[in-house]
C-alpha cells in the first residue's frame, strides 16, 4: 500500500467581481501550477479560502502549507512603516487570513513554504522590514517585475551557505530564477537571509528557530531551475514526517 500523501494547504487570492472576468462577484483565484508542483512533488494539494477566523481550524487538519504570491502588498503598518508608497496596494482579508495561517502552522511545528508575497509575509513576522517599491529606493536594482515571460528565467540568486536552502539545493551556488516583485525585504529581523539577488537585494528568507519555514522571492513552482523541483520535494517530504 502506498504511503499516504501529506496535505498541503495552498493559500487562494481573493478576486473583486467584475462584468469582463469570471464572476461579477467576487471569487477565489490560484494559478495552476502551485497545485500541479505540489501534487508532482508528491503532496496532496488543497487550496484554503480566505476565513481569518477559521486558521487554526485549516492548519489541524494539514501537514504543511503553501503561502502564495498575489499583486497586492502587506500593509506597511505591520513592520512599523509610517508612510505608505503610491504603488501599495492592500487586501487585508487575505493578510489578516493568512497571517492566522502562519501563526497556526508555526505553533503546530508544520512546514510552512513562502513564495513571493508569502515570503514577504514571513519576513514581517519575523520582524523584518520591507522596501515598499524597489525602483525608488534603487533605482540602479536589475528589473524585478521583469518584462518577460513569468514562465523564463531573469536573473540570477546566490544561495548562502550554511542555510536550509542551501542544504535543500545540495549546495548550488547560483540559480536563475523568475522575478515578478516591486518590493523586498529591507532588513530581515530574526529571519536568515538564504539568497540574494546578483543586485544585492535580498531573495529569501527564513526562520532559523522552525524546522522549516522558508520563502523565496521567486516563483519556483514554475520549475525554471532544477532546484525549483528540489525544493518543492523537500517541502513535501518534511511535511510527511513527524515533528
Not at 174 to 196: C, D, E, K, L, Y
Amino acid at each position: 500500500m502506498a504511503a499516504e500523501r501529506p496535505v498541503i494547504g495552498i493559500t487562494l487570492d481573493l478576486e473583486d467581481g467584475g462584468v469582463e472576468r469570471y464572476s461579477r462577484f467576487a471569487w477565489c483565484a490560484l494559478r495552476e501550477n502551485y497545485l500541479s508542483a505540489v501534487a508532482t512533488a508528491g503532496g496532496l494539494p488543497v487550496a484554503l479560502p480566505l476565513f481569518p477566523q477559521l486558521g487554526q481550524e485549516y492548519v489541524a487538519k494539514l501537514d504543511g502549507l503553501v503561502i502564495t504570491g498575489g499583486a497586492f502588498d502587506i500593509d506597511p503598518l505591520l513592520y512599523g512603516a509610517t508612510q505608505r508608497h503610491a504603488s501599495v496596494t492592500l487586501r487585508p482579508r487575505r493578510t489578516r487570513a493568512e497571517s492566522m495561517l502562519l501563526a497556526a502552522a508555526l505553533h503546530r511545528n508544520i512546514p510552512v513554504l513562502g513564495i513571493c508575497g508569502g515570503m514577504q509575509l514571513i519576513a514581517v513576522a519575523l520582524g523584518a522590514t520591507l522596501i515598499q517599491h524597489l525602483p525608488d529606493t534603487y533605482p540602479t536594482a536589475l528589473p524585478h517585475e521583469q518584462p518577460n515571460p513569468r514562465d523564463e528565467a531573469s536573473h540570477g540568486v546566490d544561495i548562502q551557505p550554511d542555510t536550509l536552502l542551501a542544504r535543500i539545493t545540495g549546495g548550488a551556488r547560483r540559480i536563475a530564477v523568475n522575478s515578478a516583485h516591486h518590493q523586498a525585504v529591507s532588513t530581515p529581523g530574526r529571519g536568515r537571509v538564504n539568497a540574494i539577488a546578483e543586485d544585492g537585494v535580498i531573495e529569501g528568507i527564513e526562520d532559523p528557530d522552525h524546522r522549516f519555514c522558508l520563502g523565496v522571492q521567486w516563483h519556483p513552482e514554475f520549475g525554471i531551475d532544477p532546484t525549483d523541483r528540489t525544493l518543492f520535494k523537500a517541502f513535501i517530504q518534511a511535511s510527511g514526517e513527524q515533528a
